[in-house]
């Protein structure tokens, strides 16, 4: 059973750089690709963006000038990368794998989400 | 960017009763629409992709329908344990979208 878990500080400054990994257990990094996904205090999920385990990316555009997503195969683990947090930044983020079926792309497995909070 | 809305946002039902969802993509997606179910404090959970597929060990009590730009999420007898908020998220085009969610309360 492949696990999912986040870990990182749960304070940040404003103006300063938000660091998230995702460790994954149960399976191999290899042959998906995986994603930061976030939800703020009582509202919906919005996707942050991907990356395969070559390393190819792909960001929100909204985001993409202050994120980055790096992955460390031999670790097992992906990391999230926000620079420049403000209080929007406020959010439960949650690591995923995106599976593939065919053409199609959904996210089955889920970290259980930690919350972060921008705040001085 | 695809914008998903919802309808409706909050629903009151009892146990048994038949729920219906539904989901808009501002442009058409065919079929690349899933669907995710989330309880108060977890993480989300995958119900259906394809728009359709039911994902496996979901009850079959959850189906999903639609193609184009509208999309349903039926729960055909609602059992205590899906009082929830669903979620629909198309993955056809970056950003991947989702809707605003649906709180689904006990009447």
């Known amino acids: 059973q492949v696990q999912l878990q986040e870990s990182g500080p749960g304070l940040v400054k404003p103006s300063e750089t938000l660091s998230l990994t995702c460790t994954v257990s149960?399976?191999?990094?290899?042959?998906?690709?995986w994603s930061w996904i976030r939800q703020p205090p009582g509202k919906g999920l919005e996707w942050i963006g991907c990356i395969h385990y070559s390393g190819s990316t792909d960001y929100d555009p909204s985001l993409k000038s202050r994120v980055t997503i790096s992955v460390d195969t031999s670790k097992n683990q992906f990391s999230l990368t926000l620079s420049s947090v403000t209080a929007a930044d406020t959010a439960v983020y949650y690591c995923?794998?995106?599976?593939?079926?065919?053409?199609?792309?959904?996210?089955?497995?889920w970290g259980q989400g930690t919350l972060v909070t921008v705040s001085s | 960017d695809i914008q998903m809305t919802q309808s409706p946002s909050s629903l009151s039902a009892s146990v048994g009763d038949r729920v219906t969802i539904t989901c808009r993509a501002s442009?058409?997606?065919?079929?690349?629409l899933n669907w995710y179910q989330q309880k108060p404090g977890k993480a989300p959970n995958l119900l259906i992709y394809?728009?359709?597929t039911l994902q496996s060990g979901v009850p079959s009590r959850f189906s999903g329908s639609g193609s184009g730009t509208d999309f349903t999420l039926i729960i055909s007898s609602l059992q205590p344990e899906d009082f929830a908020t669903y979620y629909c998220q198309q993955s056809l085009k970056t950003p991947r979208t989702f809707g605003q969610g649906t709180k689904v309360e006990i009447k």
């Open positions: 995923a794998r995106r599976s593939r079926s065919g053409t199609y792309y959904f996210f089955d497995y």
């Open positions: 149960g399976g191999s990094i290899s042959s998906y690709y």
């Open positions: 442009q058409t997606i065919s079929t690349f």
């Open positions: 394809a728009a359709s």
